[in-house]
């Protein structure tokens, strides 16, 4: 649905961050994270539809929030995770409970006792559980990890499935990153945050979530990701040109979508 750019639309695509590049954009990856230049850019007209308000789109039934959770922060990236004591196949049908949240680069990130992240180092956090709520935990952290951390070459490196479009993200993303340096830390409200999720498919080995994102103006989209069961732990799977979304969907409300995010934000 395309419309006249505005004067506005023109303003906000300059001031974007490195990674908006529309070259980087077109071949590379920031459909999670979509800065709210690209999301009036990428879905010209929709403001003009706002998303529906309701109880059900509240971020105040996001899950008890809980103290500091029993996170390895010392443990080597490298090492092998613990093994997982669950394999359930339940998806979860409401926000999950236990959860505490944190800051990261602007966006705030899950973390559970039960579901992971059990081991940090750096900016490096993995050994999520074997269950679809540690999937979905693992897809909030790693597709915010591997774009917006200064280290995301080690995030690639221990949470990314490794196939040829893993190559083709690294040599866009160096390339950038020569041309432009490291981005900095992204401006608050210029980050997308989380808001709900939705399973599509999971069978213990591999899941595919719908995640649906609101940026500062309340606009609501929604990204596919997929991650599989592998080596003890569930890593990102890329698709063509090193996206991390197989699909992108505007949404008008979180009909069909679990609520789920930091209350505070």
């Known amino acids: 649905m395309k419309g006249k750019r505005s004067g506005l639309d023109t303003a906000l695509e ?4 490195p990674f908006m590049k529309p070259g980087f954009i077109a071949s ?4 999670i994270f979509v800065v709210l230049c690209v999301a009036v850019i990428a879905f010209d007209g929709y403001r003009s539809s706002p998303p529906v308000k309701g109880d059900q789109d509240s971020p105040a039934a996001v899950g008890v929030v809980v103290t500091e959770p029993p996170i390895d922060r010392a443990a080597g990236s490298a090492g092998p995770c613990p093994i997982s004591a669950l394999h359930d196949a339940v998806r979860p049908a409401t926000a999950p409970s236990g959860v505490r949240w944190e800051i990261f680069r602007t966006l705030s990130l899950p973390y559970s006792v039960a579901a992971g992240p059990k081991r940090i180092q750096g900016e490096v956090a993995r050994c999520f559980e074997h269950t679809p709520t540690g999937a979905l935990f ?3 952290h790693i597709t915010a990890r591997f774009i917006l951390s200064p280290e995301w070459n080690s995030v690639v490196k221990y949470q990314v ?6 190559e083709r993200y690294r040599m866009i993303r160096l390339g950038e990153e020569l041309e432009a340096g490291t981005p900095a830390i992204p401006r608050s409200g210029e980050v997308t ?3 709900g999720f939705k399973f599509v498919r ?3 080995d591999s899941a595919e979530i719908a995640i649906a994102r609101r940026d ?3 606009l609501l ?3 596919h990701q997929t991650v599989v069961w592998e080596n003890g732990d569930w890593k990102l799977v890329l698709g063509a040109n090193g996206t991390d979304s197989t699909s992108v969907e505007r949404l008008n409300s979180l009909m069909d979508f679990v609520p789920w995010g930091d209350a505070r934000r």
């Open 202 to 204: 999971y069978t213990g």
């Open 216 to 218: 500062m103006q309340g």
């Open 221 to 223: 989209i929604a990204f």
């Open 14 to 17: 300059e001031e974007r961050s």
């Open 138 to 140: 693992a897809v909030a």
């Open 161 to 166: 499935v490794s196939n040829s479009e893993v």
């Open 28 to 31: 590379a990856l920031l459909m």
């Open 193 to 195: 945050q989380l808001a």
